[in-house]
């Protein structure tokens, strides 16, 4: 079974332009969660989307934002990026409904910010 | 809200001994998820092991156990027989079972395995 795919893996903005990320679950799952990563706040939660809807969202401004597909599929986009937005960028699928708890994380989208 | 502490930012270990990884959390929920999540440098992050806060027993896999103890909050993990493979940041994390997409994470441990 394949993993969790994010794509891209590394991308370069400048301040101001926005930016979208793709996430792929492992073929079954439902839940999609995001997270961003960085050395300062460590990990923190973005928000997660289950059968194309948000169930909950972190403590980010609306300049983070995100969506799901019919196929669970789910993009992330961050509008008019800010020097404090370089980060790794984590997706993670589960099956979302009586499952164990346990993510599976991808890889991660790596974005700097110029 | 919820809390997860990691007050170890690194430790390190001899090749085939044992670390042990302190982990603290604070939460007013009674059912919840535990994990410690391994994250290889460049490489993805894994679940190396999870305990359910409702089972008093320690969870165990292969050369990884914690140490549970649900009254202080706290949820130790347990290197045995360290291996190179091992050396990697490990996260703890908290999730209630109402929302287990949702972890909390601690800052996180980086573990360094010498040779």
């Known amino acids: 079974k394949a993993g969790v795919t994010q794509t891209p893996r590394y991308l370069i903005k400048t301040r101001g332009q926005q930016v979208t990320l793709s996430c792929s679950p492992i073929s079954g799952h439902r839940s999609v969660s995001w997270y961003q990563q960085t050395p300062g706040q460590g990990l923190q939660f973005l928000f997660e989307y289950f059968s194309e809807t948000q169930r909950n969202k972190g403590n980010f401004p609306g300049r983070f934002s995100g969506r799901q597909f019919s196929n669970s599929r789910s993009e992330m986009n961050v509008s008019t990026l800010e020097l404090g937005d370089s980060a790794l960028y984590l997706c993670?699928?589960?099956?979302?409904?009586?499952?164990?708890?346990?993510?599976?994380f991808g890889e991660g989208s790596r974005l700097t910010v110029l | 809200a919820q809390t997860v502490t990691q007050s170890q930012p690194e430790m390190s270990v001899q090749e085939a001994e044992t670390v042990t990884l302190s982990c603290t959390y604070d939460?007013?929920?009674?059912?919840?998820?535990l994990f410690w999540y391994k994250q290889p440098p460049s490489r993805q992050m894994i679940l190396v092991i999870r305990q359910e806060a409702y089972k008093q027993q320690n969870a165990t896999e292969n050369r990884f156990s914690v140490n549970f103890q649900k009254a202080a909050k706290s949820f130790s993990l347990k290197i045995s027989d360290s291996q190179l493979g091992d050396a990697a940041m490990y996260f703890c994390a908290y999730s209630p079972r109402s929302n287990d997409y949702k972890l909390s994470f601690g800052a996180g441990t980086t573990v360094t395995v010498r040779a």
């Open positions: 939460t007013s929920e009674s059912d919840y998820y």
């Open positions: 993670a699928s589960s099956y979302g409904t009586g499952s164990t708890g346990e993510l599976f």
